[in-house]
């Protein structure tokens, strides 16, 4: 016989549960979209968005906002992902990443403000970097 879930029990998801939903649909001054396409995952996406969400609870960040979607037109150039600083003109796409690129691109993008030119490829949909 399965035992009772408790109101301990019950909180305890209800936290985590807010927690997971703030991440993907909160508000907060940074987006950071992991492209997972088909191509995306087979060149290592997965590895991307953990990077990214280890990054955002080893920090204790709470208004960075991550997501995922499909392809984005350039499986050469994956895994990709997109950042959006809240007030700035336009979002940055950074290229080819690994989990070690994405600390960096936390260091200096997300927290700084400052765009990691060496591992971008465009700034918003049409300029490059």
Do not use: W
Request: charged letters at 25%; proline letters at 3%.
């Amino acid at each position: 016989m399965a035992s009772k879930i408790s109101i301990e029990d019950l909180a305890k998801i209800r936290k985590e549960t807010l927690r997971t939903m703030n991440l993907r649909e909160g508000s907060g001054k940074v987006k950071m979209n992991v492209h997972m396409g088909t191509c995306g995952i087979a060149a290592g996406a997965r590895k991307i968005l953990e990077a990214v969400l280890s990054e955002v609870e080893t920090r204790g960040l709470n208004d960075i906002i991550v997501t995922n979607s499909g392809c984005a037109g350039l499986c050469s150039q994956e895994p990709m992902m997109t950042v959006e600083v809240y007030n700035e003109p336009a979002p940055v796409k950074y290229v080819s990443l690994t989990p070690e690129k994405v600390k960096k691109i936390f260091d200096s993008h997300v927290l700084k403000g400052e765009i990691v030119k060496e591992y971008a490829l465009a700034l918003g949909s049409e300029t490059t970097v």
